[in-house]
């Protein structure tokens, strides 16, 4: 166990201590969420992003442990365990090498070599291994012919038994490994295009070249499935004289021996017939599992800036679900995101009933007192942007869009949640709903729908889709936990990422609700059947509580500090009944604000990063954290891509974020592309290290393909 602690603190870059205390801390069954919130002092506040790789860590290498012993076993029931072999085992710590070191005690299929050692030529083998013999070669084949056995010939015995030679050779873990590194520091990744005129996304890889070493992961990615896709060939260069060269000087000890000729042709053999080939798909399959954790981590990043963009609040808001044929789906939704009333329009092709659109939308409007509209980004999207800045202009009131991702709207849409919630409703409206909902609350909309339909980051269809959802799983109680629950209004669908809640507890909260009415303080959730004391702990802190007899259960105080917090308010001459009165708020984050930390955690008994959290809570009781972040842009007029010149200023929102730049929504049909090179005057090896998904930028135009509808753009501006 202390191995694995120390190896995960090097990759990490943190202390042993702080990793210990956290595997202990996940031991016991707390959340990720909770231990990064509550326990800060345990941890030395380790972020939940670190905590998450520690945990992923110490999964895969608790794995290769039970794998160790597992080998351990496996070898010793052949009789072939050696003390030396034990330590080779036990002392590697990456799980291919581990393989390689069990490879040639792995039952095989019948090959060459294992059909060689059957008819009974390891002997021969070994002596022209060795090299040591005087003895002509021929004359000690005799020994070995057995024509019952199927060695009927001197050239029989000794091509049997370079056979073994040759899978010994293949199968020696030293030997792969200097093999991989030779690769991973000289190969180069080379596609060709099998049908050199045809179109398609991977014209650029029809003849590319690029060394493995440095290769972005996108580009893989994107070979990969060129492939699959079956418009590329790809194949590996690997440095075969210098790979040759390190094995001869390796396997032959005595270059005008007998054996020299015969060796020197055998490691070519097991080169090109074992070694190559299979070293080739681990590269590949190295390659790819690295580049996919790139993506997913991208994606992660992405998927929480999306979940935590800042809700509209206080507004009654119109989805509008672009469409042709169909027609436009249009949903109203109150403040509370109740819905009012539900249409379809059909202003866009091929019916182009703009005037009857106008009127029935301008009726709605002014029934449910509309004062913003949120549009689908989806198919016929800029049209109806069009068709709404020509309407708003006629309307004697201020009326704003806003242009909302609607990826997963389908999915939510025909959703077994979808039906539950409107089960009355026609699937194809229930996405104008969920559209409109994003924009008043996209963190508790979007945890609706599979975290790999968001839409955000690049090839998520590619990767490990197991891997992938549970990252994305921890991204968005992440978030969820990161802003907290009123649980008093929240779904089972939002508060099921809540930490310590599952989907039968939130379901279960729910059903409390529905039948006692408002929970009014968070000791309540111990009357929800399944939610024990446990669960409790993991869950109180981030739940919210407004209108309740507690005021300090607006905040993120845990019940474990109410008595620190009390005592804190007390000290510097408030209670908590003030956390509720707002004439008293800017004068209590005044005196907080003032507070000795150091001396009163002392004086408390508290830690000083919980006393911190404390005190910050206590500073803005009830706040929402997302406030603080960009406001959707919000428009009245449309920009229509014939309108764009090179070297126009724009404001847009980042769209999406990838390893080469990041796409931006400046209103046109298509987002337009900041390649990493043009985001920063100075050298960046991230785009994220710039913008996030959400941010609000400022962008030059720097060119346009109007063939292709590309837009390039700059944030130098």
Known sequence: MDKIFKKIAEELGIRETQVESTVRLIDEGNTIPFI?????????????????????????????????QEIIRLIEEQGKLTDELTIKITSTMVLSELEDIYRPYKPKKRTRAT????????????????????????????????????????????????????????DNADYRKKIKSFCFREAIIASKATKENEKSPYEMYYDFKEGILKIPSHRILAINRGEKEEFLKVKIDKPDDKILGYLKKQIII???????????????????????????????????????????????????????????????????????????????????????????????????????????????????????????NGTASRESESFVSNMIKEIDKEIYYAIVSEAGASVYSASKLATEEYPDINVSLRGAISIARRLQDPLSELVKIDPKAIGVGQYQHDVNQKRLSESLTGVVEDAVNSV?????????????????????????????????????????????????????????????IFNGNNPIEITAVHPES???????????????????????????????????????????????????????????????????????????DVLKFDDLQEGMELTGTVRNVIDFGAFVDIGVKHDGLVHISEMADKFIRNPSEVVSVGDIVKVKVIGIDKEKQKVSLSMKV
């Not at 984050?589 to 404390?614: C, F, P, W, Y």
């Open 115 to 170: 059909i060689a050692k059957e008819r009974g030529l390891e002997p021969l083998a070994n002596i022209i291994y060795v090299q040591t013999e005087k003895k002509d070669l021929y004359e000690i084949a005799k020994e070995y012919i057995n024509e019952e056995k199927g060695v009927i010939d001197e050239e029989g015995a000794i091509q049997g038994a370079l056979d073994i030679i040759a899978e010994n050779i293949a």
């Open 484 to 544: 907290g629950v009123d649980v008093n209004t929240a779904t089972p669908s939002l508060l099921s990422y809540v930490s310590g809640i599952n989907g039968t507890i939130a379901k279960n909260i729910v059903k409390y609700r529905d039948e006692n009415g408002e929970l009014k303080n968070r000791k309540d959730l111990l009357k929800v059947p399944k939610l024990g004391p446990a669960a409790f702990k993991q869950c109180a802190g981030f739940i919210r």
């Open 562 to 636: 109410y008595e620190v917090a009390e005592k804190l308010l007390t000290k510097i001459g408030y209670c908590v009944e003030n956390l509720n009165e707002k004439s008293k708020l800017d004068n209590l984050k005044r005196e907080l604000s003032k507070v000795d930390i150091n001396t009163l955690a002392n004086e408390l008994n508290v830690g000083t990063l919980t006393l911190k959290d404390i005190i910050e809570e206590l500073s803005k009781p009830g706040r929402d954290p997302r406030e603080d972040l960009p406001k959707p842009i919000l428009r009245s």
């Open 254 to 376: 005595n270059y005008k021996s007998q054996f020299n000729e015969l060796l020197s042709t055998t490691i070519e053999d097991s080169y090109k017939r074992l070694i190559e080939p299979s070293i080739e798909r681990e590269i590949r399959s190295d390659l790819t599992e690295r580049s996919e954790e790139k993506a997913i981590k991208v994606f992660g990043k992405n998927a929480k800036q999306l979940l935590l963009q800042p809700p509209i609040k206080e507004m009654t808001v119109m989805g509008f679900d672009p469409a042709y044929r169909t027609g436009c789906k249009i949903a109203v939704i109150d403040k509370t995101g109740k819905l009012l009333d539900t249409v379809t329009v059909y202003p866009t092709e091929p019916q182009n009933d703009v005037i009857g659109a106008t009127k029935i939308l301008k009726n709605l409007i002014e029934k449910y007192n509309i004062n913003m509209i949120a549009i689908g």
């Open 36 to 68: 990064a919130r509550y326990r800060k002092e345990v941890t030395g506040n380790l972020s939940d992003e670190i905590l998450r790789e520690l945990g992923d860590r110490l999964t895969y290498l608790r794995n290769l442990e039970t794998r160790k």
